[in-house]
């Protein structure tokens, strides 16, 4: 490949697209403020509205006085920033398939994937303390399928977390590991709570990431996001589950499974430099790339967390 038929722009979206489609976590939050990053170091300010008081009414009677409504602002600090710098040696590529770059390319985004999914997942410490379900000094513990039902039931416990918090309904989702998949497929309620008609469209949508059910809302800045390869294992208990092998954990026993509304956090991220180029003392192409990303939990209420371990 020479120089002058690389493409910069074309390397940026392969890397990007890479990144979004295997990302879990950072689809499960509002994107709203993305397009205001420039790049690392930024800080975009949110801006949240009080509610307004809610005053009793007499008729032939003056109102209260007119009220101020208080205002709040939060700074959502794009303070992460990740590199990759590799090359492909002209002798090397003459001899592998021509789309090595290509591969190259999509791995980087690959290992983008991977720091960014935990560094989103780490925020479960800004969850509200009373939205919390077993700790690290008592993590929930015993045969999850005693009754057959545990794995499900702690589900269903999350979801009255959320709902004393008026959190909305349509949206919720939560991201298990996969053994806490592997209990839920044995609960009846998980796997046959459908109409057959129901069902196929679980599995259509569990296969190609679409929104059969009609959960996501267009422009809503969320949403069950599309295409393969986003960690989408359906329904339950009214959340849209997502396995991810990021969900944090201690010594691998300290499990803590999430569960909120994308409104509760925010996040932007974007590959701001993709820049293909010639090592001046090789012969090769190199492709050397730039990851700017922030996130931060907005109503630490809306966020639920489960502790808890396989056994």
């Known amino acids: 490949m020479s120089l002058e038929n690389f493409i910069p722009n074309l390397w940026a979206g392969t890397i990007l697209r890479a990144l979004q489609t295997s990302l879990v976590y950072p689809q ?4 709203d403020y993305e397009g205001e990053i420039a790049g690392a170091g930024d800080t975009v300010k949110i801006n949240m509205i009080g509610d307004p008081t ?15 409504l208080t205002d709040a602002q939060l700074a959502l600090k794009i303070d992460q ?19 090595v770059m290509d591969e190259a390319s999509a791995r980087a985004g690959y290992g983008l994937r991977k720091v960014t999914d935990a560094y989103v997942a780490s925020l479960y410490t800004d969850a509200s303390a ?53 209990y839920l497929l044995k609960d009846a309620r998980f796997t046959s709570g459908a109409t057959a008609g129901a069902l196929a469209n679980l ?84 492709l050397k790339g730039l990851h700017v990303y922030g996130a931060k939990v907005l109503r630490p209420y809306e966020l639920a967390i489960l502790t808890g371990n396989s056994t």
């Open 28 to 31: 499960l939050m509002t994107r």
């Open 54 to 68: 809610i005053s009793n009414y007499s008729k032939n009677t003056d109102l209260s006085t007119v009220e101020t």
């Open 81 to 99: 920033a990740k590199s990759f710098n590799f090359q492909v040696d002209d002798i090397d590529k003459a001899q592998q398939n021509p789309k």
């Open 130 to 182: 009373t939205n919390q379900i077993g700790s690290d000094a008592s993590p929930i513990t015993g045969t999850w399928l005693a009754t057959g039902t545990l794995a499900y039931d702690r589900l269903v416990d999350l979801g009255v977390l959320l709902d004393n918090n008026d959190v909305p309904d349509v949206g919720r989702f939560c991201v298990v590991p996969p053994w806490f998949e592997g």
């Open 203 to 286: 599995l259509k949508g569990s296969l190609t990431g679409s929104d059969p059910e009609g959960i996501g809302e267009s422009g809503s800045g969320y949403g069950k996001p599309e295409g393969p390869g986003n960690g989408w294992i359906g329904q339950a208990a009214g959340f849209d589950l997502y396995k991810s092998n990021q969900v944090p954990n201690t010594t691998a026993t300290k499990y803590k499974i999430i569960a909120g509304h994308p409104q509760a956090w925010a996040d932007g991220d974007q590959i701001v430099h993709a820049e293909g180029y010639r090592p001046e003392k090789r012969f090769g192409d190199a």
